[in-house]
């Protein structure tokens, strides 16, 4: 059985600040796509909503390849421990 731990918050909260300007990009687009939608309702609600599934789509993919990276990780540790 493994046992799982949590990031300390300290260390989520400085890994957050490292990459701010992201975190801020990011932010600023939202605010203006929720903008548009607010002033032309029509195709840009369509718009936004594609975009959101490529985000999603997109960052599923991040996601599945940091769980084989992490795992490949621990296996390349263990493979130079034993050697």
């Given at each position: 059985?493994?046992?799982?731990t949590w990031p300390?918050?300290?260390d989520v909260l400085a890994r957050v600040g490292r990459h701010w300007g992201w975190?801020?990009?990011f932010g600023i687009i939202s605010l203006l796509a929720g903008v548009?939608?607010?002033?032309?309702?029509?195709?840009?609600?369509?718009?936004?909503?594609?975009?959101?599934g490529i985000q999603l789509v997109v960052t599923g993919i991040f996601r599945f390849v940091a769980a084989f990276a992490s795992d490949f990780a621990k296996n390349v540790d263990k493979y130079r421990c034993a050697n």
């Open positions: 059985m493994t046992h799982v300390d918050g300290a975190m801020m990009a548009a939608v607010l002033v032309w309702p029509g195709r840009t609600l369509i718009v936004v909503a594609v975009l959101f």
